[in-house]
């Protein structure tokens, strides 16, 4: 995925009051993959604070949706001071994700099976028959990505091989409640890729807050750009807000 799919969503979030700034990290949109001997996903997480560095962007809540949580996950851990709080959406962090990743070495299709699972909630996600309007906005954002996937589908490697490459995250999540940062792991319980069972892991490890986003599957957020917003509305009324 790339930052731009997201666009809907973000754009309300501006509307709330935040400056926003999406990132497509390395291999992702137009940015450029990884060296293949860097294909871990610290590196994915490192360049993150280059990013942040060369923006000049101190403290920040960091949201990041699947792949992406992962990554905020481990920035935050690494430089706890610069996390006001994170939004992990159907993140792939816990320790539910961590065996199925572990079961993934030994067993390659289990990987494959989650691979699928992604297939068909991105062919899901466009809403065609339901909304209209919203399919044919986020329909005109998705081809290109799809396009781009078809004529390059190596570029979708790297990030696999970095996720069975790198370690779990029991330390990250460990490291945030340590550190007392203000966790809010927000995930659909229809989320057949990522179980719900790891959202509700890394809630209770690092001792955060679990929203459950009922009948959303793993890219929920770009199916309906209103339900983020309103989450992080209510947020800011609750332990966000002081942060």
Do not use: C
């Amino acid at each position: 995925a790339e930052g731009i799919l997201y666009a809907q969503t973000l754009s309300r979030l501006v509307d709330l009051g935040f400056k926003v700034i999406a990132v497509d990290t390395a291999g992702h949109g137009g940015t450029l993959g990884l060296p293949t001997n860097a294909n871990s996903l610290a590196s994915y997480a490192e360049l993150l604070v280059r990013v942040l560095d060369h923006l000049g962007v101190g403290e920040a809540v960091f949201v990041g949706h699947s792949m992406g949580g992962r990554l905020i996950t481990e920035l935050a851990a690494n430089h706890p001071d610069r996390a006001i709080g994170l939004i992990l959406l159907d993140a792939i962090v816990g320790d539910t994700w961590d065996r199925m990743v572990v079961a993934s070495r030994f067993f390659p299709p289990i990987l494959a099976g989650v691979g699928v699972s992604l297939l068909v909630d991105t062919l899901s996600t466009v809403p065609w028959f339901r909304d209209p309007r919203q399919a044919a906005k986020l329909g005109s954002r998705v081809a290109p990505t799809i396009r781009g996937h078809v004529r390059r589908p190596w570029r979708l490697l790297g990030p696999a091989a970095s996720i069975l490459r790198s370690p779990g995250t029991r330390w990250m999540l460990e490291m945030l409640r340590r550190e007392k940062v203000p966790v809010f792991v927000v995930h659909g319980d229809r989320d057949f890729a990522v179980p719900l069972a790891t959202a509700k892991d890394a809630a209770r490890q690092v001792r955060g807050d679990l929203i459950v986003v009922r009948g959303g599957s793993h890219s929920w957020l770009l199916k309906d750009p209103e339900t983020l917003p309103a989450s992080m509305l209510a947020l800011l009324r609750g332990r966000l807000g002081p942060a």
